[in-house]
């Protein structure tokens, strides 16, 4: 079976600090894809970030990575610099040829002024 | 480029009652996905489209069927409408299966009655 977990229902962050939202998977197949995706309250999915199982290098867009280690199965999602805009719902979630694609229950994100 | 649509928005059904979500793409995208968002729950697939032609189960297909009508468009068909089916449902779209990330539509939010 493929899962995927996110184990913080929540998260509070003070603007313009970085925050680690945390994501682990379990998959037997070898080849996959990560991916984050951001629910804002308006509720639209936004895709945000994608790393596939041989990448060597953590992806990066903007002010997103992804702090991937594959050993220990995880795919921590790392925002810098965290804006009001940030504020949101995130969701990780992976594909694999073996399996349908799944999705984490998702982690509420709020940024303080 | 619109995106992924979908229609409508908002419905309201009496248990038993019978309706169509429609969602079309305007990107090529081979691969179309129908999820279903419960508050907690993530979002879970409810059928897939690989490919123009071919349609699969996902987690949750029970009480529903889908059709690819061509290669833009992918409905979702409730045929007799229970409680249970009150949700947000999202159309998704991507150009590969593995390693592509899904583009979303809106959602159309459904209560039923």
């Known amino acids: 079976a493929q899962k995927i977990t996110q184990t913080q229902p929540g998260m509070f962050v003070q603007e313009k600090e970085a925050v680690t939202l945390d994501c682990t998977y379990d998959t037997s197949d070898q080849s996959y894809g990560l991916f984050w995706y951001k629910q804002p309250s308006s509720g639209e999915m936004i895709f945000l970030i994608y790393?596939?199982?041989?990448?060597?290098q953590n992806a990066t867009e903007g002010r997103y990575s992804l702090n991937f280690q594959k050993a220990r199965k995880s795919a921590n999602l790392v925002i810098s610099a965290s804006q009001l805009g940030d504020s949101a719902m995130y969701f990780c979630?992976?594909?694999?040829?073996?399996?349908?694609?799944?999705f984490g229950r998702g982690t509420s994100l709020i940024v303080h002024p | 480029n619109a995106g992924v649509t979908q229609t409508p928005k908002f419905q309201v059904l009496k248990t038993g009652q019978s309706m169509t979500l429609q969602c079309a793409q305007d990107?090529?995208?081979?691969?179309m996905y129908w999820y279903r968002q419960d508050p907690g729950m993530g979002l879970r697939l409810i059928y897939y489209?690989?490919?123009?032609?071919?349609?699969d189960k996902g987690e949750v297909p029970n009480g529903y069927n889908v059709s690819r009508l061509n290669k833009r468009e992918f409905s979702l068909r409730l045929e007799s409408a229970a409680p249970s089916q009150t949700s947000v449902y999202f159309c998704?779209?991507?150009?590969?299966?593995?390693?592509?990330?899904?583009?979303f539509g809106p959602g159309t939010r459904l209560t039923v009655t």
């Open positions: 790393q596939g199982s041989y990448d060597e």
């Open positions: 998704a779209s991507s150009e590969r299966r593995l390693a592509g990330e899904q583009y």
């Open positions: 990107m090529n995208h081979n691969s």
């Open positions: 489209s690989a490919s123009e032609g071919t349609t």
């Open positions: 979630a992976m594909n694999a040829l073996s399996y349908i694609p799944t």
